[in-house]
């Protein structure tokens, strides 16, 4: 595996605003529990599927994830905070040419009488199961063609509502874009130890405060190894806000994952990530309206393979995330230079990223600020500066050590001038 080490002495969380937005990134993640019960329900519908007696009974070559979950970008699915979209491929041994109706009426009676408590569904390209704790997996099946790159296979389309005559085969291989996204997002170490760290104290779990990046990467599952898999993560949340009460189809995420691979850069800070995607994919949509035409992105290892086929469905809708997009890498770009106190900058957080996961992160930057006050270390203030122990160290409410705030430079956030 390739890795990307940090200077040794480089806090990837230095800023405030970078601390901020790891912590709104944690708020939508699959919490590490939820991240290993994953993996169990994943065997066990797949164990279900090929049963003794089930209409797949050995034809199930293989399962595997595909989209966010083969890239460790999973988050809360649209105008949620605690639902979770999983996707897995069933690699079947069929003919390729087979109807897609077919296909996918066998994956669905194969899982038809599921454990009790959770709800099977039918949709046009997989099957969904559902939980009770508000994750669901689609199953999309597929079947690989006997030529070209490894995992090269059709799924198929099949409206249920739609006759035959609009039924297709797509070309896919999620396998080859899953291992493409990976090798240009290689292991940051210092990275991933310190955002793995916040993510599972978040939950829960203890992890050694004075613990070195290798003993927190031995100690913790590492769920989340590079800064541009965060930043995709940020841009998925911002793009589930914005359209959280719209009907119809919205930016794809492979797309947005597409993007994200292609603009990696390993050491870059991550607001400073979160900017620079947005202004590729941006610029990228505009480039595409301004030849009057929609945007077509690929797989880059299987070019039939088109991430953009059932979105933009005209050029007003990509004009129109293409705005959003850029007002979202204006508004970092503008706090990043002029610098603004938490207080100020929190309902823009909330407008753009959800009013929920922004409290909750304030709250847990608030919190982590007062411990390492309290502890003597620095730590920053809501209003932009450092705050150190006083000297000598005074006890405040509680008989806690008391610290001083070094002074802030005046700053503002859109015309608000604030000190």
Known sequence: MNHFRHPPDLDPFASALDAVMADIAISVQLPPGLHAKAGGRYEAIRDFAERPGSPLNGRILRFYPQGSMAIDATTSTRGTDD??????VAALDLDPHSGPDAVLDLLYRSLEGYPTGQKVERQ?????VRYADRMHVDV???VRLGHGAERV???FHAHPDKPASEHFHVPMNAYGFAEWYRARTPLERRFAAAFNKRLHEAYGMEVRADAEVDEILDQVPIIVKAVATVALQLLKRHRNVAYAGATGRIPPSVMLSCFAGQASQPGLPLADMVIRLARTVASALRAASARREPIRVVNPVHAEDCF???WPENLAQQDEYAA???DLADGLAWIK???SSLEDIQEWLRERFGGHVVSTSVRRFNDRTGRAVQSGLHAYTPRGGLYVPSRPALVGVGGAAAAAPARASAHTFRGGRRW
């Open 83 to 88: 639902e979770y979209d999983l996707d897995i």
């Open 124 to 128: 046009t390209r997989c099957v969904t």
């Open 140 to 142: 999309t099946p597929a």
């Open 153 to 155: 296979s059709h799924i």
């Open 308 to 310: 953009t086929d059932r």
């Open 324 to 326: 959003k997009l850029t």
């Open 337 to 339: 230079q002029h610098g």
